[in-house]
């Protein structure tokens, strides 16, 4: 089933926009106007993602400053797992998640 997050036209870059979806927290983003959902969570103490900082193509918590790199969210230190990366699915004007 299709669940639509944001309409295309909204996908600048810079946007930074976090989604529930069946009780999880999703967090939507475009980076080099490429968009991409992930859940918001860290992968090393499960801190929101929502306020990392982006610097280029890299995204670093703000609990313990652990960076990874996207797209593929492989961590830049590796004592900690990478992101947990969700695949965009797109239905008419919208973007969204199949579940
Ligand atoms: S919770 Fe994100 S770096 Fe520790």
Redesign the pocket.
Known sequence: MFVPLERLINLNEGYRRTFQVDGRSLLLLVVDNQPLLLVDS??????P?NT?TLAGNVLR??????EFQLPDGLPLQAS?PGLSMLKVAYEGDRIGIDV
């Open positions: 860290c992968p090393h103490k499960g801190a993602l990392a918590c703000q609990r313990h400053g652990i900690c």
